[in-house]
């Protein structure tokens, strides 16, 4: 008996490592594109800041790395089903399966490295949920506030209300980007306890001093609308021009003491206010349960997806790596449809959070392994009109 084993075992050694190396290129390919395709998202506001506020680009370099590990929590696991996936595709349409299957490895055989595969999978996509996105979001928030320091002009976005400054809200339909005009603002300053002012004017400009971090609004033609709160009065102002104060420094500082979101604790502060939260039937607590489940969740989507692809991919339903690749997104996007709903019931306290975020695994998981079961005992699984789908659409995207 040991004559034989050492053979059988070096040539398992043989085709794990072949499978493994095969998975790295796809894996690769596919975590760069998708990376760029989500940072595309982002081209717009990158060449706004660019041109208009003359940002550095190493400014925006890093606030694009900031992002990244956002964008890798999710590019990770479809990139680990989709490398596995293609794998299989081209070993089956190259006959390679058949060929193992002839010398007594069955499928079960090949799972060793595509689990293996999924683990490293685990390990990255894990790293960047508990690490990364934290770490990411921080730090995205102060390089914003020290560019915001710098260029005011950043800080302020058309059609929304900001109210970054201490007891000031602004509001402006549109920012003229050739003269960096205000166009239409809106302010509600509510500086004065005795009195809320509300100042309307169809225009104003934004400007600083040189080494004064405090910013002026200079506005014309408007009108300023005065309630005095203990007489219950109100008094109408026009004026030609108006100069409003805004102290950027304390808007910094007050931005920095808020207290973090979810996405922005590490996972013993997510941990800390699960616990200690007073009131557990309220928004807060129910999105700092989901995004606590999802640091795991999503990193064992990892063995959902991989074990799901391996029997997907083993099916000889057409030649094409297309059909492969609009598979694999068709699987991810179903899960991450799930992903999706889970939160948002999850969220609302629908059903307890923690089966929003670990559903979707269960359901591709299951899947996956009575599909494995079927293709292995050679038993049919029902592809063909999901294939003609699929082929329907990359003929019409050809066409």
């Not at 928004?283 to 989507?301: D, P, R, T």
Request: charge should be positive; aromatic fraction near 14%; include cysteine.
């Amino acid at each position: 008996m040991a004559i034989f084993r050492l053979p059988v075992m070096k040539i398992n050694s043989i085709i794990y490592r072949y499978l493994f190396k095969e998975m790295i290129p796809p894996f690769i390919i596919n975590t760069l594109f998708f990376t760029f395709v989500f940072l595309m998202a982002k081209i717009l506001d990158i060449i706004k800041m660019i041109v208009n506020y003359k940002i550095s680009l190493s400014t925006v370099f890093l606030l694009l790395a900031y992002t990244v590990p956002y964008f890798l929590e999710f590019v990770i696991p479809m990139s680990i089903m989709l490398s596995i996936l293609l794998t299989f595709i081209r070993m089956s349409n190259d006959n390679e399966i058949v060929a193992l299957k002839a010398s007594g490895i069955s499928l079960y055989g090949l799972l060793p490295p595509a689990l293996l595969f999924c683990f490293l999978g685990f390990l990255l996509t894990g790293f960047m949920s508990i690490y990364g996105l934290p770490w990411g979001k921080l730090a995205f928030k102060e390089l914003t506030l020290k560019v915001a320091s710098s260029h005011a002009n950043i800080g302020f976005k058309e059609r929304t209300f900001n109210d970054s400054f201490n007891n000031v809200m602004i509001y402006m339909n549109k920012i003229d980007l050739k003269s960096k005009a205000l166009v239409d603002v809106f302010i509600e300053d509510q500086r004065n306890k005795q009195f809320v002012s509300t100042v309307v004017a169809p225009r104003g400009d934004l400007f600083s001093e040189a080494g004064n971090p405090s910013y002026h609004l200079r506005l014309y033609n408007g009108t300023i609308n005065q309630v005095n709160l203990k007489n219950r009065s109100v008094h109408t102002i026009s004026f030609d021009t108006y100069d409003v104060n805004l102290d950027l420094n304390k808007a910094i500082a007050t931005a920095q003491q808020r207290i973090k979101d979810e996405k922005e604790m590490s996972l013993t502060e997510l941990n800390t206010y699960i616990k200690s939260a007073g009131n557990k039937k309220n928004a807060q607590y129910y999105a700092a349960l989901i995004e606590f489940h999802k640091k795991f969740s999503i990193a064992f989507a990892c063995f959902a997806l991989g074990i799901l692809a391996v029997p997907l991919g083993v099916q000889r339903l057409s030649t094409g790596k297309s059909y492969g690749l609009g598979l694999g997104l068709i699987c991810f996007l179903a899960y991450y449809l799930m992903l999706s709903a889970g939160w948002v019931f999850g969220e609302a306290g629908v059903y307890p959070p923690v089966i929003g975020m670990w559903a979707p695994n269960m359901v591709m998981g299951g899947l996956g392994l009575f599909l494995l079961v079927q293709t292995s005992n050679e038993r049919p699984v029902g592809f063909g009109y999901l294939s003609g789908l699929i082929k329907l659409f990359f003929y019409r995207r050809r066409s």
